[in-house]
């Protein structure tokens, strides 16, 4: 019988993986993968400190920019709804 890696993942289970199309959504994918890179090749999360800040700025900048946003289409939802 086939040993079954949890890692090894075709790239199938990658497109279906809806953290990934999340990511992937945010413009922030290739930081995320360099952030898993180092994981994966120091084995130490503290080594990787600069990686995970590039990509938690990456994630506020794309959140805060989502934000604003939201916000500004429920003004104008709002303004359309008032002058009815």
Known sequence: MASLTPHD???KDDEDDPVEQM???TGCAELHYT???CMAEHQDWRVCQ???Q???DCMMNFQNARKEQLMKQQRATSTES???
């Open 9 to 11: 993942r075709s790239r």
């Open 82 to 84: 008032s002058t009815s």
């Open 23 to 25: 990511i992937s959504r």
């Open 50 to 52: 600069n990686q995970v």
């Open 54 to 56: 590039t990509f938690k």
């Open 35 to 37: 952030v898993q890179e």
